[in-house]
């Protein structure tokens, strides 16, 4: 098994473009997560999907991040416009039965 | 709210000591987990601590859980610098799926 796929790695953008990130999770995983890990406030949950329909999105910061799961395979993270302070690691997670398995990460950074 | 508190927060040890990193949390929880990230890179899962009374052992790392105490501990024997690296725990709520919690971490570094 490949294990939860992200792209890209690294991204370098400047401020007010559209940043997309992308997570192919474990197949047969049900759940998918994503996280944002700084320094300043560790790994947040940011959102949740059970199923391809997201569960949980309160710690999504605010209306410039959005997040979908068209299907099982395949799930996005969009930040429109970014900020500097969007300047962060964003982990993909997936799940099976609560057995987490973590992406290798995006890390994204906003100048 | 559910919150998860480690401590210490940053840890220096000699190498052949032994050390303790403690997970606090705050609401019911009936599953624990233990990972470790080096820099730059993912978290690797360690342990899944499942039931109170739990023990698990890797190797020089020993986890325990005592879910009436709300309180799990990573145990370090003879520590080795490739055990050097940041330490994580994290709960999910009793029932749910998802919401899995961090604390702050644990970075540790082992010095010869």
């Known amino acids: 098994d490949a294990g939860v796929i992200q792209s890209p790695r690294h991204e370098v953008t400047e401020m007010g473009q559209e940043v997309t990130l992308r997570c192919k999770p474990i197949s047969g995983h049900n759940s998918l997560f994503w996280y944002r890990q700084t320094m300043m406030r560790g790994l947040e949950l940011l959102i949740y999907f059970n199923n391809n329909v997201p569960i949980d999105d309160s710690g999504m910061p605010e209306d410039r991040f959005s997040a979908k799961m068209p299907n099982a395979s395949f799930s996005t993270l969009k930040i429109q416009p970014s900020e500097p302070r969007d300047s962060a690691v964003y982990f993909c997670?997936?799940?099976?039965?609560?057995?987490?398995?973590f992406g290798s990460g995006t890390r994204l950074t906003v100048v | 709210e559910l919150k998860v508190e480690q401590n210490p927060l940053f840890l220096s040890m000699q190498e052949g000591k032994n050390y303790t990193i403690y997970c606090n949390y705050s609401t019911t929880s009936d599953r624990l987990y233990w990972y470790r990230q080096d820099p730059g890179k993912s978290l690797e899962s360690l342990f899944v601590?499942?039931?109170?009374?739990a023990v698990k052992q890797e190797g020089r790392l020993m986890a325990s859980l005592d879910t009436k105490a709300r309180l799990s501990t990573l145990h370090i024997t003879a520590a080795v610098h490739d055990l050097s690296a940041t330490y994580f725990c994290?709960?999910?709520?009793?029932?749910?799926?998802?919401?899995?919690?961090f604390g702050k971490g644990t970075k540790l570094s082992v010095k010869p």
């Open positions: 994290a709960v999910d709520r009793a029932g749910s799926q998802g919401n899995l919690i």
């Open positions: 997670a997936s799940s099976f039965v609560r057995g987490y398995t």
């Open positions: 601590l499942l039931s109170n009374g």
